[in-house]
């Protein structure tokens, strides 16, 4: 692959149980217009965790997976390094990400994780 001047990040853990999504609702939230973001320290140093969800409101199936693919990549590609360790996020996606471009995306969601307006 072409080296684009990014360092590339490994790739956070990924939230898989609905129990790990429901313990990050107690967390931090942090609102946005392309995004919902929800935060919780879990008081370790252990990997971060990352998942994604989005609602039915938003659309049908294939609307969903295309905001959840975008933002999946976005994370993959740019936020990955400002994640920080023994912090879980989840990203609750909204209709305007499959409408923004995807360095906005990007730059919007390694400003959320690291937590500045």
């Known amino acids: 692959m072409p080296d684009t ?47 994604f969800t989005v609602t039915k409101k938003v659309g049908n199936a294939v609307v969903r997976n295309r905001i959840r693919r975008r933002l999946k990549e976005a994370v993959r590609v740019h936020a990955a390094g400002d994640m920080t360790p023994g912090k879980d996020y989840v990203i609750v996606g909204r209709e305007d990400v499959l409408t923004v471009p995807f360095e906005q995306l990007a730059a919007e969601l390694s400003r959320r994780i690291r937590g500045t307006r």
Not at 10 to 19: E, H, I, Q, T, V
Not at 21 to 44: C, T
């Open 5 to 51: 001047g990014k360092k590339e990040f490994p790739s956070p853990l990924r939230l898989r149980k609905r129990a790990e999504f429901l313990a990050v609702r107690r967390g931090e939230k942090r609102r946005g217009r392309l995004f919902l973001m929800e935060v919780l320290d879990r008081g370790n140093d252990d990997a971060p965790r990352v998942g």
